[in-house]
């Protein structure tokens, strides 16, 4: 919102005019403003016509508003929830085994962790919860076979804080691989021959 309203300081229009603008631009009915007293602002900005058409420099207003929106967009915080929903994080756990791995760490990890660590994953990371759950069911899988040995639990395969406070993820790098094709099939690592 504060880059609409430097947007519309900087262009010398109210916020009523701006919303007005956008009205008519959209052909959408405005609410909440008095609407001749803001035609006429705009039309003396030059923002209208006499006939109530958008001018080029209203169009152009149009276009920074949209551009301005657009760009920032990113910037609009997301709930812990948004991203990383229950429903998820136990379709993730479920993929690890129960108990503690040869290190003795416990495999799952607590979900308010696991949120926690989802979240910073998907700011930084543009995978979908189908690739997430595909290349954790491949890198359990490679674990499984070697009886989980130096395998990383829940958490450290999303994401781990090294000592620079810099952090790492495993899980990005088998995303990555499931994007790419950039794996090979390790689902039956025993082979038969047959006489």
């Not at 609409?4 to 009205?23: A, F, H, K, R, S």
Request: charge should be positive; glycine fraction near 4%; proline fraction near 5%.
């Amino acid at each position: 919102m504060k880059y609409l309203v430097n947007m519309v300081i900087t262009m010398g229009i109210t916020p009523n005019e701006q919303y007005l603008l956008w009205c008519i631009y959209n052909k959408i009915k405005p609410v909440g403003i008095n609407v001749h007293s803001e035609f006429r602002k705009l039309k003396s900005n030059y923002l209208i016509t006499d006939s109530k058409k958008i001018t080029e420099k209203g169009l152009q207003v149009i276009e920074a508003m949209e551009n301005i929106v657009s760009i920032n967009a990113k910037d609009i915080p997301k709930k812990p929830g948004d991203l990383a929903p229950d429903d998820k994080i136990d379709k993730y756990l479920e993929l690890f085994p129960k108990g503690k791995l040869p290190s003795g760490k416990m495999a799952r990890a607590d979900k308010k962790n696991i949120k926690s660590n989802f979240t910073w994953f998907f700011k930084n990371y543009k995978y979908d919860w189908d690739t997430v759950l595909k290349a954790t069911a491949l890198y359990v899988d490679e674990y499984e076979a070697k009886n989980y040995m130096y395998m990383k639990t829940s958490q450290y395969f999303i994401s781990k804080m090294n000592p620079d406070k810099s952090r790492d993820s495993e899980l990005a790098n088998y995303c990555y691989s499931i994007v790419n094709n950039d794996y090979e099939d390790r689902k039956n690592p025993f082979s038969e021959k047959v006489v």
